[in-house]
């Protein structure tokens, strides 16, 4: 059986494509003792509430219909966001050379949060320039790797 993501995942696609976005990230969690499925879109030049819209409503009667998922859960279209996490090589691939925030499950050099350029990505390992040093995270090492962006 597959997961539920992946597919939320395939039952979006044609609708983020016709509202002229990608799809980002697929999220089904339970926060609060309730369940939430999260779909993340994005487009060159930034996502609307337009664009949500153009998404939501279609998925959401696409997802009446096929009815993927057991239960009740509270259903959610959003832009990925500046600070938006990197989860597939796709997205580290795409952000080459981006400012990056890495957070540690246990600190390094007394710190949890590191921040740096992406230089590399392989297999889960991260590789950032801290200062025209290279450093790299192990996959085990790492809690989440984002965007950080300065405002």
């Known amino acids: 059986m597959a997961k539920v993501t992946d597919t939320v ?6 609708f ?7 799809l980002w990230d697929v999220e089904y969690v339970k926060e609060a003792g309730e369940w939430f499925l999260r779909v993340y879109i994005d487009k060159e030049g930034g996502v609307s509430i337009d ?6 409503r279609p ?6 219909e096929t009815d993927p998922i057991e239960g ?3 259903f959610e279209v959003s832009s ?11 997205h580290y691939a795409q952000f080459q050379g981006a400012e990056v925030e890495v957070k540690l499950y246990r600190p390094r ?7 740096g350029l992406l230089t590399a990505y392989q297999d889960g390992d991260v590789t950032l320039d801290m200062k025209g040093t290279p450093v790299t995270f192990e996959k085990k090492e ?4 984002r965007l950080y962006p300065r405002f």
Request: hydrophobic share 40%; with cysteine; net charge negative.
């Open 109 to 115: 050099d007394g710190q949890k949060n590191v921040v």
């Open 80 to 90: 990925a966001g500046a600070d938006r996490p990197l989860k597939k090589p796709e």
């Open 51 to 56: 664009d949500c819209e153009a998404v939501s």
């Open 72 to 74: 009740s859960y509270t």
């Open 59 to 64: 998925l959401s009667d696409k997802l009446d």
């Open 142 to 145: 790492i809690a989440l790797v």
């Open 16 to 22: 983020v494509e016709a509202a002229g976005c990608s």
């Open 9 to 14: 995942a395939a039952l979006a696609a044609p």
